[in-house]
């Protein structure tokens, strides 16, 4: 038995899932098995919405593998990356019994997909020190190997951290945790950082998945486009999870033409563009006093401690720039998570911060 099915509930590893009109190929000009309406909608210019789309798009599903080198039949298109998350713990945990490691603070729908479903949350917390919020995967792995977890959650780069885990570093904790537990690789940053996705581990180490989204890099958070990529038992199974029509056309076709050649090439430059007004962008903050640590960060994005964060927050407010309060979380009380736009947005955020900052000298 995989690993997949060894994990997997067992209630489920026999589930079908639903059965919709678009699950099975078909061919045919006269379309009477899905309850559709015979006339379009008035207002559906083309025509295209009275179908019911294709709850995998093969157009889509193909550019994603090309677009992160894997096979077709380890993608799993899915509403952004909070629906697989929600997928994974639904297919790994048993209700209101499974257990899921994470290491806060990170990004909150790991702890809340998990709450939802009853399952337990231990979490084994950032190390804080001069290299910056570090997570222990050694301790990750003895956690969810005491704890008889069955999903792992790593972020990489971490957000709010801006951590890159090293790959050696996550097949090492995969590796250990074989058969025993799922590990998960949220490489929704990833883009912005040159380094190697833990897809490359998927040859050799089945309890692995990697998640990816094209909200971030490629500009598309409003579409809900995320991908689960790993094994093809495992794809399989979440599939048997997933509602029937994740994925509706016309977003089908938006992130179809987001992954056109000559728009990868834009996105990629843009991509550029932001590593390099984020180092311009730490480098301005770091020089204000007003400013207690600015953590590096290989995401779009900088986790900044304050001095005084609540009157950082009131004077970027009041300057119309909105940011991140990350006060509530975890080891972050004085911490402010500041997204890398453009050169006069990040202009803006340092002028407004210089009335209650005296720039070092």
Known sequence: MSTINTLLREDLRAFAGYQSARSTALAGDVWLNANESAWANAADIGAQLRRYPQPQPPALRDALAQLYAVAPEQVLIGRGSDEAIDLLVRAFCAPGQGRVVIAAPVFGMYAVCAKLHGAQVIDVPLHDSDTGLSADLGAIGDAALAQHATLVFLCSPGNPSGELLPLDAI???????????????????????????????????????????LSKAHALAGARVGCVLGSRVLIEALRRCQAPYPVPQPVAVEALAALAPQVLALTRSRVEVVREARARLQAGLTRLSCVQRVYASAGN?????????????????????????????????????????????????????????????
């Not at 833990?198 to 998640?211: G, H, K, R, S, W």
């Not at 009041?318 to 736009?341: F, K, Y």
């Open 171 to 213: 097949a090492d904790l995969a590796g250990r945790l074989r058969g025993r537990c799922m590990v998960v690789v949220d490489e929704a940053y990833l883009d912005y950082v040159d380094a190697p996705s833990a897809t490359q581990l998927l040859p050799m180490l089945d309890n692995i998945a990697v998640l990816r989204t």
């Open 301 to 361: 994005f900088l986790l900044v401690r304050f001095v005084d964060a609540d009157a950082a927050f009131t004077a970027l407010l009041s300057a119309g720039v909105v940011v991140r309060d990350m006060r509530a979380m975890p080891q972050l009380q004085n911490a402010l998570r500041i997204t890398v736009g453009t050169q006069d947005e990040c202009r803006r955020v340092l002028a407004a911060l210089e009335p209650v900052s005296e720039v070092r000298v």
